[in-house]
């Protein structure tokens, strides 16, 4: 016998409709509360715990190098003495050291007290493209002149100036002038940051007075002609007056790295050609 309709149990949509919101509901917030104790043991085992503030405290690398100036010449360059001073670890003062060998240059210049000196990386004295060609440094910026079968300087005819060519090596140059260039980078006296500011200050130089180049490169003929400083000093300055400001020489260059403080005195590194006057 059929079932009434009166006895038959039925669910409204409107009542299903509801259980699922119900069910969804619950389930947001399971999934939220796993979030919540995942994210707080995240933090936990990621170290994201919050900060602690700390109070910044300015720290400036120890400029002292506990060798003297020679000993640190040589210890960057092509020399090799295990015994006195340590293990090469670069050679960016090769062809400074080249060129001190070259003009016979006693390096005990480089022990004496109380003086400022002036390094050279080998970008100061030669860059190279990747083809090999000079293009930058004391080898092209004071370059060789070119001169005819009598030794008279080969004249531009557009110019006026005398034809050039970049210098290979430091024999390109006479000895004497190789010499009296690196005499003027050996200033009396200790001139670091502190000493300095943003105006020149003028530091006396070994370099005799009133030298002047030999006239086989260019550098013999600028300075109207009288190529190094007439009195030999040498001028150095803060850029921009601050302690991170570079030291710059004869309004010209500013240092690569500077305030070496070496046991006999100063060093200042340049990474550009250095211009003898100013």
Known sequence: MPIP????????PTKKISMQNNKAIINKILFLFV???SFTSCKKFLGLEKQTDYDYVKQTLDPHIN?????FLETRSDVVDTVSVPKNVDTVFRWMKKGLDYAGIDLAEYEKSQRTFIFLHNDAIKQLDK????????FFTFPI?????????????????????PAQQ?????????????????????????????????????????TVATKESLLGYLNDGK????????????????????????????????????????????????????
């Open 67 to 71: 060798i003297t100036a020679r000993q």
């Open 131 to 138: 083809n090999g060609k000079v293009t930058g440094g004391f």
């Open 170 to 210: 430091w024999s390109d140059y006479k000895k004497e002038t190789v010499k009296n260039y690196f005499l003027y980078l050996i200033g009396q006296g200790e001139y670091n940051f502190e000493q300095l500011d943003a105006t020149n200050k003028p530091v006396q130089s070994i370099l005799p007075a009133n």
């Open 145 to 165: 002149i070119d001169t005819n079968a009598s030794g008279q300087p080969i004249i531009d005819a557009v110019t006026g100036a005398p034809k050039t060519h």
């Open 35 to 37: 979030i919540i104790v």
């Open 227 to 278: 190529s190094f400083e007439p009195d030999s000093k040498f001028y150095l300055k803060i850029a921009n007056n601050s302690d991170l400001g570079p030291i710059v020489i004869n309004d010209k260059t500013n240092d690569r790295s500077a305030g070496y403080i070496a046991t006999n005195g100063i060093v200042h590194v340049f990474g550009g050609t250095v211009y003898p006057f100013k």
């Open 5 to 12: 309709n009166w006895n038959k149990t039925k669910v409204t």
